[in-house]
């Protein structure tokens, strides 16, 4: 079972440059996510999907776009990258309530 | 984040207990985790405990919760290398956000 897939794995990105982060999952879940992750904060949530079609902001969306392309796919959009958004990426994905959420193996981006 | 608050950093020694503590501010959180992160890697859960229960016990790990404190801590027991990662404590009261706390380092040494 591959889970939850994210890609790229490593992203260098020049400050005003946008890219797509890609997720995908296998597990037929309902909810997905995205979160960051910064030395000393934790993970916040940027994004989730509750369900195929609906997306809502989390802690941190500003800079940010989401899509829920259907079931299986959570995309993240940075349209003009700062230095601020220099961070570990996690998408997640879960069945929906408070069942277990499975994690990607992340995405390092840093936007110099 | 800011509802969940855990101590940055934690080493034992091998074959010791290891205990991580977290504290909490909704009183609403009906679900509590421990999630562990291994270098390069994503977070697995560990193990949850409901809001009604007052200890969980799996193997070598003990999850103890005081819902009167909003305290929740882990003990690994006889620790080994293994356990060497970053443990994070979060909470749902939800359907669908989870808050995490910064997350404790755990370096066991030999």
């Known amino acids: 079972n591959a889970g939850v897939t994210q890609t790229p794995k490593f992203q260098v990105l020049k400050t005003g440059q946008s890219m797509t982060l890609q997720c995908a999952q296998d597990?037929?879940?309902?909810?997905m996510y995205w979160y960051r992750q910064d030395p000393g904060m934790g993970l916040r949530l940027i994004y989730y999907s509750a369900s195929e079609g609906t997306t809502d902001k989390g802690e941190v969306p500003n800079g940010y776009n989401v899509s829920r392309l259907n079931k299986r796919e959570f995309s993240l959009r940075l349209e003009s990258a700062a230095p601020s958004q220099t961070s570990v990426y996690f998408c997640?994905?879960?069945?929906?309530?408070?069942?277990?959420?499975?994690f990607g193996q992340g995405t390092r981006l840093t936007v110099v | 984040g800011e509802d969940v608050e855990q101590s940055l950093f934690l080493s034992v020694r091998e074959g010791d207990s290891s205990v991580i503590n977290c504290t909490y501010t909704d009183s609403s959180s009906t679900y509590l985790y421990w999630y562990k992160q291994e270098p390069g890697a994503g977070l697995q859960l560990l193990t949850y405990i409901f809001s009604n229960m007052d200890m969980k016990q799996d193997q070598r790990l003990t999850v103890l919760l005081n819902k009167k404190d909003k305290h929740l801590s882990l003990r690994i027991a006889d620790t080994q290398t293994g356990d060497s990662a970053i443990y994070f404590c979060a909470e749902t009261s939800n359907d669908y956000k989870l808050s995490f706390g910064a997350g404790t380092t755990v370096t066991v040494r030999a």
């Open positions: 997640a994905s879960s069945a929906g309530g408070t069942t277990e959420a499975f």
């Open positions: 597990m037929n879940h309902n909810s």
